[in-house]
Each structure stands twice: as structure tokens, then as C-alpha cells.
């Protein structure tokens, strides 16, 4: 689990990649649910804070791209 500080240092396509990455651990925990071998269901919830983490703050920066290129065309 990576602090909201080590989220913000990286850039919006390593935030996505990461995202997805951990998309496919959220996968894997959920077919371990399924077949009985989970031993923390905790690990989902915590897996899908993580990934709600990463995209909250790759779309901050896509908005702040966004805005610094709405004031560059002014």
C-alpha cells in the first residue's frame, strides 16, 4: 500500500499501470474467495482502496493538465 505522497510523485500513466496491476491482485483475491483459500478478506477491501487511490489521483492530474492548458491558450 503506497501513501497518497508516493501516488502524487508519480506520473499519470504509472498510476494507470499500477491500477491495473493491482485490477489483476483484485482479481486474484477474489478467485481465492471463491475457491475457500482466501485467508484475509480484509485484503480486498484494502485492494480496492488502492486502486481508488491510484485513478483518484491520475485523474487529478489529468484535470491539472487540463486546466494548465486552458490557461496556456489564453
Known sequence: MATIQELRELSATELKA?????KGTMFELQSKLNTGVLD???DLQKTKRDIAR?????????LAA????????E
Open 40 to 42: 484475509s478478506t480484509a
Open 54 to 62: 491510484c485513478l483518484t489521483v491520475a485523474r487529478e492530474k489529468e
Open 18 to 22: 499500477r491500477a491495473v496491476e493491482l
Open 66 to 73: 487540463a486546466a494548465q492548458a486552458g490557461k496556456a491558450k
